[in-house]
């Protein structure tokens, strides 16, 4: 069965609108709240649903976590800072109603309701911090319209139980979590704790809360991989593009194949002399011209490589909905396909260290090995432009991309950046960077040229083969 079915020809198009205005998400929550309210004028309340709503994914998150865990509020806080919500907690509600009305407490949930009324909640979303207590009043929430989008819980099964003093208080809180785990199940989202840093714990949490739910809706995949040569980007396009039967598209070997008259590609053959425009429209034709990308879908690499090219892509006809860029260490990227060279008898690429070690063992002679000096120049020149231009590429998205690490299975997690939902953001330009870009990231993703040509870390030996082999990074600088 395919993932994704291809869609008639005449609904392409359609989709790709109500995809980019996020019409499916809309009206999903139209219902949604007409449900909950069940008002006797419903035309009047859509007009006003419509009238009065910013954008349709306002987070709504219930956020659950043990009472000893110290820095529950200031992950809640930077959750806020990361969607716009306003984050609640229930002694903030109460001081707001004693020196409102000067009276003992009365039932929290229309109290709740009068705070949120006041700070606007309707146009920014909320967070609700250890709120609701119990059970009867989660019921309550739920009855007066207050259904989160995300209950998340941070659970810590090791540690809680270890502290004697915890003990009145675990089983307490242990009855609550289970009790709002059962009402709000729809959308309950876990985060084990236990051993994760600060850091590591709000990184899961902006996780679940910037990617929504995928919806019931006709669906076409169009992908954009942006990452350096050598992050793998062509060979998980290429089993992208086979396992769900969309068309793979590389910029690379569509200029190769207009200048050199095939699509392999030449080691000297630079796509840089080309003006732009031709390139946008030799993509733009390959997009619209074939019946597989307008009703299959398509995964695009090579290109975008800066702002304005993102710019014109998203202005196509049919533009991507899924940016996904390849989170790489470019340095150490760099340091390991510079720092390589071939076999000429068998084709096989390994590591100086390596490749001396056989050396000296007398397994490999140095006429055996060889240095590709043309391919090492153009990979330092890619990465120079692309740490150039990354930083206005994330920019321009914003929330409205994803961000997949270099650790682990990359085509894993690509594909489930793919199944997900859409991210829950507006659409682009946004003109802010991602939630989940840190600095460290960043710096690991865009390399300045002094850190291309700063000394490497070889041993005595791979270095003398380095430079029996006459390339070095001196030569490059």
């Known amino acids: 069965?395919?993932?994704?079915?291809?869609?008639?020809?005449?609904?392409?198009?359609?989709?790709?609108?109500?995809?980019?205005?996020?019409?499916?998400?809309?009206?999903?929550?139209?219902?949604?709240?007409?449900?909950?309210?069940?008002?006797?004028?419903?035309?009047?309340?859509?007009?006003?649903?419509?009238?009065?709503?910013?954008?349709?994914?306002?987070?709504?998150?219930?956020?659950?976590?043990?009472?000893?865990?110290?820095?529950?509020?200031?992950?809640?806080?930077?959750?806020?800072?990361?969607?716009?919500?306003?984050?609640?907690?229930?002694q903030n509600v109460l001081h707001r109603h004693w020196r409102k009305k000067g009276t003992c407490p009365e039932d929290f949930p229309t109290m709740l309701v009068d705070y949120m009324k006041a700070k606007g909640t309707w146009k920014k979303g909320w967070i609700l911090l250890d709120i609701p207590k119990n059970k009867d009043e989660a019921n309550k929430l739920i009855g007066m319209g207050i259904i989160p989008t995300h209950t998340i819980v941070l659970e810590d099964h090791h540690g809680f139980t270890n502290w004697s003093k915890y003990d009145a208080f675990d089983k307490?809180?242990?009855?609550?979590?289970?009790?709002?785990?059962?009402?709000?199940?729809?959308?309950?989202?876990?985060?084990?704790?236990?051993?994760?840093?600060?850091?590591?714990?709000?990184?899961?949490?902006?996780?679940?809360?910037?990617?929504q739910k995928p919806l019931a809706a006709p669906f076409i995949p169009r992908i954009v991989l942006i990452g350096p040569i050598g992050s793998r980007r062509f060979s998980i396009a290429k089993s992208l593009s086979e396992k769900l039967k969309i068309v793979h598209i590389d910029a690379n070997q569509i200029s190769s194949q207009k200048i050199l008259g095939h699509s392999k590609m030449d080691s000297v053959f630079s796509r840089d002399s080309i003006p732009i425009e031709t390139i946008y429209g030799w993509i733009k034709s390959k997009i619209t011209t074939n019946k597989a990308c307008l009703t299959r879908g398509y995964v695009l690499t090579g290109f975008p490589r800066s702002r304005n090219d993102l710019?014109?892509?998203?202005?196509?006809?049919?533009?991507?909905?899924?940016?996904?860029?390849?989170?790489?260490?470019?340095?150490?990227?760099?340091?390991?396909?510079?720092?390589?060279?071939?076999?000429?008898?068998?084709?096989?690429?390994?590591?100086?260290?390596?490749?001396?070690r056989d050396v000296k063992k007398g397994i490999l002679k140095l006429d055996q090995l060889q240095r590709q000096p043309m391919q090492l120049v153009k990979l330092f020149n890619e990465y120079k432009m692309y740490g150039e231009q990354l930083k206005d590429m994330l920019h321009y998205c914003g929330d409205d991309c994803f961000i997949v690490y270099g650790d682990g299975s990359l085509y894993d997690r690509i594909v489930h950046c793919v199944m997900s939902g859409s991210p829950a953001t507006k659409h682009r330009p946004q003109n802010r960077f991602s939630s989940r870009l840190t600095m460290n990231l960043f710096k690991k993703m865009a390399m300045s040229y002094r850190d291309i040509c700063e000394t490497r870390h070889l041993s005595e030996e791979a270095h003398k083969l380095a430079l029996a082999l006459g390339q070095n990074c001196t030569q490059i600088e």
């Open 1 to 90: 069965m395919e993932l994704f079915p291809a869609i008639s020809l005449a609904n392409a198009n359609h989709v790709s609108y109500m995809e980019k205005h996020r019409v499916y998400e809309m009206f999903n929550n139209m219902v949604k709240m007409l449900v909950i309210h069940q008002p006797a004028d419903h035309m009047k309340f859509l007009l006003w649903y419509l009238k009065n709503k910013l954008h349709v994914d306002l987070p709504k998150i219930i956020f659950i976590a043990p009472p000893q865990y110290t820095n529950k509020v200031y992950i809640a806080l930077n959750i806020a800072k990361s969607t716009g919500a306003i984050t609640i907690d229930r």
């Open 172 to 211: 307490q809180y242990k009855q609550m979590e289970f009790e709002l785990k059962t009402v709000f199940s729809n959308s309950l989202k876990l985060i084990d704790i236990f051993g994760k840093s600060f850091e590591t714990v709000l990184d899961l949490c902006l996780e679940q809360v910037l990617y």
């Open 311 to 356: 710019e014109w892509l998203d202005s196509i006809e049919f533009p991507p909905n899924r940016i996904i860029f390849l989170g790489i260490d470019l340095k150490q990227l760099f340091d390991h396909l510079e720092n390589r060279c071939i076999d000429k008898n068998t084709g096989t690429f390994m590591s100086l260290e390596k490749a001396a």
